[in-house]
């Protein structure tokens, strides 16, 4: 059984930074591809940023490039998310997401995580 648990979310001002964390549990290789997405209410989940294996390739969204730095330790079998210079308009549950092949697409994700609210005040 594949687990993965987020880490790291909370309350923090506009201009803060906040650094989350996803831990892979239930298994003994790292997933091919590890991705965050956030949901704030009422919209839809959107993707924030996807790493593969190496680290190598990182993408990310429109509206967090610059600001937002995805990374991973595969010996820990954990995937960051570091967020600077975070807006108001950051916040939302944040989730973490694995697949074993190359995954952009959110249904294209095999694994989720529950979920770490952050809220970023004005």
């Known amino acids: 059984q594949v687990q993965l648990v987020e880490s790291g979310g909370g309350l923090v001002q506009a201009g803060g930074s906040l650094r989350l964390s996803c831990a892979v549990s239930?298994?003994?290789?790292?997933?091919?591809?590890m991705g965050w997405f956030r949901q704030a209410p009422g919209k839809e989940r959107q993707f924030v940023a996807r790493?593969?294996?190496?680290?190598?390739?990182?993408y990310y969204g429109d509206s967090v490039k610059g600001r937002f730095t995805i990374s991973r330790d595969n010996a820990k079998n954990t995937v960051y998310l570091q967020m600077n210079s975070l807006k108001p308009e950051d916040t939302a549950v944040y989730y973490c997401?694995?697949?074993?092949?190359?995954?952009?697409?959110?249904?294209?994700?095999?694994?989720w995580g529950q979920g770490t609210q952050v809220t970023v005040s004005s």
């Open positions: 239930g298994r003994t290789f790292s997933p091919y591809t």
């Open positions: 997401a694995a697949d074993d092949s190359i995954a952009t697409r959110k249904y294209e994700y095999a694994y």
């Open positions: 790493i593969n294996w190496s680290g190598s390739n990182t």
